[in-house]
């Protein structure tokens, strides 16, 4: 057993932590934006202006650049033919959270009684109905895969998993915990006998790497979105496309501040891959604001084009029999407008450390009390608990590759319908700040 960090960490200062990459003399990094679409002069004003490509992707016309001339950029608007430019940025995408080891021996899904997260959602429901996930592609844009995971082995898709960080594979990141990892058990742990179970346990997970340690550049995880959305233009050969993106990630930045075009191209990449039949799911954030009276801030991914926000849910001390798995949780973002729906993300807020002690197969678990209201899955150091709208944006997710299974061929329009008017009417009638139009249900997702 081991905690890392206070329970209350990675709320603090979760905004505006960005910071510009360094290198004066150094090789610096940059986000492009062809006016149209990408073509070979665009990589030759690249090439001229003193840079080199990094990568780029002719139907949304981004692209990526390095170059050590101090003159890059001038040259590069000088040459004409881009929207927009920028020197990219170093981002912390995800703030550290409270995490929990649970046994790294686990057989016989020993410790699926404790995911409250698949009673939430009335998983059972839909597999009774079915719905599984099976042909289902979900990207899992984060930090890396531990994809030889016993509880993941048999659903990423290693051959069209792919890394932006330079020097680092997708299935790499640092520490025990991985938060790719958890994110990927989440959507698509195996219904294997071993440990935990996925709410869409037969889905295909496409491993894409933007991420290491927490923190990327705008560069990668706009890369990272184009990929999942059109691996074909990135070489990918026989890969399809993603159905789904997940990004448990995001940020916030001043409206009027200097990152207003890398902001753009970030949007411009979500809005492609709606463009091109694909859902894309974001975590609304830690921090607790409400993201509709927040006028002066984006939050982004998860205020980004025309992707869906999820706030998160958890109990409060489920280990003495608390079943209030809507419950707001006391980290998350809201906002009128801008969240989606909500899914079960965990909660610390339960105030005692005193242990309590709860059943799994084959014996029981202690752990303190306020570890079990966090959501249970799969890890690095092989299972862990954590909580974040990170948990709540793969619950989402999940449910969404159920209803893509139930109905195929169904338009991006109709699936995001589905996710909506079958999610249960939470907190205020209607559309509201914290739930949108609800709370996730696999069941009726999967059945209506």
């Keep these: ?29 940059y986000v492009l934006s062809a006016s149209g679409k990408w073509k070979a002069s665009h990589s030759a004003a690249v090439a001229a202006a003193g840079g080199t490509v990094t990568w780029s992707h002719g139907p949304s016309g981004l692209g990526a650049a390095r170059s050590d001339n101090p003159n890059f950029l001038a040259n ?4 004409g033919g881009f929207q927009a430019t920028a020197a990219d940025v170093m981002v912390e995408w995800q703030q550290p959270t409270p ?27 839909a597999w009774a109905a079915g719905c599984t996930g099976d042909g289902v592609r979900v990207a899992v844009i984060d930090g890396g895969i531990f994809d030889t995971h016993p509880d993941l082995d048999a659903n990423v898709d290693t051959a069209c998993s792919r890394s932006f960080v330079p020097g680092q594979p997708y299935n790499n990141d640092t520490g025990t915990f991985w938060h790719g990892t958890h994110v990927a058990g989440i959507v698509a742990a195996e219904d294997n006998t071993i440990g935990v179970v996925g709410i869409a346990p037969d889905a295909t ?39 789904i993106i997940n990004m448990s990630l995001g940020a916030g930045f001043p409206k009027a501040g200097g990152a207003g075009s890398l902001i753009g191209a ?25 993201l509709g009276q927040a006028g002066s801030i984006t939050f ?26 809507t419950r707001p949780a006391s980290y998350s973002n809201y906002g009128e407008g801008t969240i989606n729906v ?13 242990d309590c002690t709860m059943p799994i197969v084959g014996g029981t678990i202690t752990r303190p009390c306020w570890v079990f209201d966090m959501v249970l899955s799969t890890s690095r150091a092989g299972y862990s608990w954590a909580a974040g709208t990170s948990m709540a944006s793969p619950a989402a997710a999940a449910v969404a590759a159920l209803i893509v299974q139930a109905n195929p061929g169904i338009s991006l329009g109709a699936l995001k319908s589905s996710l909506q008017q079958s999610a249960d009417d939470e907190g205020k009638i209607g559309n509201d700040e914290f739930y949108g139009h609800g709370f996730v249900n696999a069941a009726r997702a999967c059945t209506e």
């Design 300 to 325: 982004v991914p998860a205020e980004s084009g025309s992707g869906l926000a999820v706030s998160a849910t958890g109990p409060l001390a489920w280990a003495y029999g608390n079943t209030n798995f």
């Design 342 to 354: 909500a899914g079960p993300g965990g909660d610390f807020a339960y105030p005692g450390n005193e």
């Design 99 to 125: 995490v929990e080891e649970a046994a790294v021996d686990a057989s016989d899904d020993t410790f699926a009684p404790l995911q409250w997260s698949l009673l939430a959602v009335d998983a059972a429901g």
């Design 1 to 29: 057993m081991r905690q890392t960090g206070n329970r209350m960490a990675f709320i603090a200062g979760f905004v505006l932590l960005w910071v510009a990459v360094a290198g004066v003399a150094a090789a610096e990094d």
């Design 205 to 243: 997970i496409i491993g894409v790497k933007v991420l290491h340690g927490g923190s990327g550049s705008f560069g990668a995880v706009i890369g990272g979105i184009l990929y999942a959305a059109d691996p074909g233009s990135f070489g990918g050969g026989s890969c399809a496309r993603a159905d």
């Design 266 to 290: 970030l949007a411009k990449a979500v809005n492609f891959a709606t463009s091109n039949g694909v859902l894309v799911i974001s975590a609304a954030g830690n921090s607790g604001i409400d």
């Design 76 to 79: 590069l608007q000088a040459a």
